[in-house]
């Protein structure tokens, strides 16, 4: 039986290659001959749905009229960067026997070679083989069991009713509002998506909490001992009886000092002390987020910024696996590269030298686990190499912190003495912790990172020995204080912190249903818990509310400009958090096939239909709008011409032609209209002459104009005040 695997991409048509035997296969123009099999390749999903006007010209004109519009059955086109690969594919579906679905393990990796086979009408057999790791012995034991694609419809059926879900609710709505918001003077798109919204509405919420925060106090006691010589700080542990608040802190400033003057000065006893060993875990390899977090924090790097700088270390300089995966796991088998692994860290990136010396290859951390790689496995270097200075600063860089990450693998985990102590005086309890590095492990490579959340310590812990403090011992409290500590918001988003929050955004959904169904979303998916978004779309996601001016930054912070608040107020709650998620999660769970995505569609526009008709019969005021004071019916806009100063004009130019300067960002007094002299008329038509001025360089000259330009294009030269009909 003659068969063609239809890989997701070119690599993995490689590694398929190579897993039928034959490791590079006779390559022709878009595919390869491996025996009696042929192996071609996509580029991601080469297909895509059509736009409205593509089904009726009337749509490329948007009209409130128009809305809601669908298409069942929708249809999909060939990407026009992708006609000549898709031809190539459909010819070679008509030599075979048998398709074999090699799509990622995932929703969208199943359907955009299942869309494909639909589109070009196939009626041969389609099987499904599930690769998630290019290693040679796990690609051939996946091809020893391919089954059956029928068994995967599924999963097809979910990416599709998400794909043309988002769509139709997408467009829909960002017509609607923007077409209401434009009847009101605003001019630009408001964007409106299932994903783009909620994530806006939580660096709104963010911001408002932020600012509403209304600053309340606490006191942090604390007391110094001595013990048999050895002295430590201690902090004063809350009981029942005391004033706290919500977070279990002292509110009392009297309570506070009293427990101050109680101890100070007075004996204390150690009621309890003991000293665990224990071991800190290297940080996992990178995912996509990881690293966008990792490099906006270090290097202010945009998220979409690292993905571009990935996809060139990975397809120019083949340096590093697939970028885009959402798992910081490898695959066990993967354990046994890494020698060459680190062979090729060590030519690229001569930096690593001594760190890589000192890695021991045999050691197998807690990454090389095979039950928890998922349709990817963690970004990690390639066994490819490249002349380090031939890369640009920002490749240098991203490259640097993958291979740290991989090193680190094979280094010893940090070890150190935990040592957890409790003192009493005068009925009052402190606590101490302290902690003593007895093997710094694979944190030495991380002694710049002192800013990473992943790898701080407990802040709080002494840095003082206590190993020797024994249980029962007795000393005396030297001294005793009470801190006055203000309370704070949250903290703004940062694209770091944004980032790692669109993983867990189930904790902002108020229905605990809701919440439950989002969190089980993401089960079995490490670093996922209740999100939106992949981390192939979050990153542009996050630019385009960025670009269309919904947030902006100040500094390092995220917060939502007027037009991104004036939206946000304007939606329903159904599109500013993150339920329509969830929601649609748990109605795809029950989708077998096409026609349970065509119900599941009807019943969303059912949804869309109330919403838009919700927009029509509302008002939405997004911008401070300023009327015209030229024709009194329509909007100032400002306008800023490349190269020239700012000003105001009608939103109606074609039929006011009212102009005002800037002044400060507002419309200021138009400049007053030149007189129309009834004295000297123009000598070609009749009408009334105007003194103007003009310049010829820096020198500045008067001169006559016809007050019926531009029709009249007449002129004269100034003669002392009045005009020269001679010149």
């Known amino acids: 039986m003659r068969r063609l695997f239809i890989a997701e991409k070119p690599e993995l048509a490689e590694a398929i290659c190579a897993g039928l ?206 013990i048999t010589g050895c002295q430590f700080n201690g902090r004063y542990q809350i009981i029942d ?52 977090a990792d490099a906006s924090r270090k290097y202010g790097y945009k998220p979409d910024k690292v993905k571009e700088i990935t996809q060139a270390l990975r397809e120019k300089h083949q340096l590093i696996t697939y970028n885009r995966s959402d798992c910081e796991y490898l695959s066990d088998e993967q354990h046994e590269d890494a020698p060459g692994v680190l062979a090729a860290i060590l030519e690229t990136a001569p930096i690593f030298a001594q760190v890589i010396q000192r890695a021991d290859p045999v050691i197998k951390s807690r990454a090389f686990n095979s039950s928890k790689v998922s349709a990817h496995h963690a970004i990690i270097p390639t066994e490819g190499t490249a002349n380090f200075s031939n890369l640009s600063e920002a490749e240098q860089r991203i490259y640097l912190l993958i291979a740290r990450a991989y090193i680190a693998q094979f280094f010893p985990n940090m070890k150190y003495d935990e040592t957890e102590i409790y003192v009493e005086c005068e009925q009052h309890k402190f606590k101490t912790v302290s902690n003593v590095i007895t093997d710094l492990g694979w944190k030495k490579l991380y002694k710049n990172d002192a800013d990473n959340d992943d790898i701080k310590e407990n802040d709080e812990a002494e840095s003082v020995d206590l190993r020797q403090v024994q249980n029962n011992s007795f000393g005396v409290c030297i001294d005793a204080s009470s801190e006055k500590k203000a309370t704070k918001p949250q903290p703004l988003y940062t694209i770091a912190t944004l980032l790692k929050d669109l993983t867990r955004v189930a904790k902002y959904v108020r229905d605990p249903e809701l919440k439950k169904i989002l969190v089980e979303k993401d089960k079995g998916k490490e670093g996922e818990n209740g999100g939106i978004g992949t981390p192939a779309t979050r990153d542009s996601i996050i630019a385009g509310l960025l670009n269309r001016g919904f947030i902006v930054e100040e500094g390092k912070n995220l917060i939502a400009s007027e037009v991104g608040e004036k939206l946000y107020d304007a939606l329903p709650d159904s599109a500013k958090f993150p339920d329509m998620t969830a929601i649609w999660h748990d109605q795809q769970k029950t989708l077998k096939n096409k026609d349970d995505v065509v119900n599941f569609v009807r019943g969303l526009m059912e949804f869309i239909t109330t919403e838009i008709e919700a927009v029509k019969s509302s008002s939405l005021s997004v911008v401070k709008q300023h009327e015209c004071p ?37 419309p200021g007094k138009p400049k007053p209209k030149p007189a129309v002299s009834a004295q000297h008329k123009c000598k070609t038509c009749g009408k009334g002459l105007i003194r103007r001025t003009g310049k010829k360089g820096k020198v500045s000259y008067a001169f006559w104009g016809c007050s019926g330009f531009p029709e009249c294009k007449e002129s004269y030269k100034d003669d002392k005040g009045k005009p020269n009909y001679t010149s």
């Open 241 to 292: 009886t005391d004033q706290v608040d919500d977070k279990k802190r002292l509110i009392s400033a009297e309570q506070a000092q009293k427990i101050v003057d109680d101890v100070k000065g007075k004996q204390a006893k150690v009621i309890s002390a003991k000293t665990t060993q224990k071991e800190t875990p290297p940080v996992l390899p990178y995912n996509l987020l990881k690293l966008q």
């Open 21 to 226: 035997g034959n490791k590079t296969g006779s390559k022709s123009d878009g595919y390869y001959t491996c025996g009696n099999d042929i192996v071609t390749w996509c580029y991601g999903h080469m297909l895509r749905l059509s736009d409205p006007e593509e089904y009726d010209q009337k749509y490329s004109k948007w009209n409130l009229d128009d809305l809601p519009f669908s298409f069942i059955p929708w249809q999909k086109m060939i990407s026009d960067d992708k006609q000549k690969q898709v031809k190539i594919i459909f010819n070679l579906v008509n030599s075979v026997d048998a398709v074999v679905n090699a799509g990622d393990p995932d929703d969208e990796g199943q359907l955009l070679v299942d869309e494909l086979l639909e589109f070009c009408g196939n009626t041969k057999p389609v099987y499904r083989v599930l690769i998630n790791d290019f290693n040679l012995k796990l690609v051939q034991k996946a091809l020893a069991n391919i089954r059956p694609n029928s068994e995967f419809q599924y999963m097809s059926a979910a990416a599709e009713a998400r794909s043309v879900g988002d769509q139709l609710y997408g467009y829909n709505m960002t017509r609607g509002y923007t077409l209401k918001a434009r009847s009101s003077g605003f001019d630009g798109v408001l964007s409106v998506g299932r994903v783009q919204t909620p994530i806006l509405g939580l660096v709104v919420r963010r911001c408002r909490e932020f600012k509403a925060h209304k600053q309340a106090f606490y006191y942090n006691v604390s007391a110094r001992f001595d």
């Open 630 to 666: 030229g024709c009194k019916m329509y909007y100032l806009k400002r306008i800023t011409p490349k190269g020239k100063d700012a000003f105001w004009a009608c939103s109606d130019r074609d039929n006011c032609g009212y102009t005002a300067p800037d002044a400060g960002g507002l």
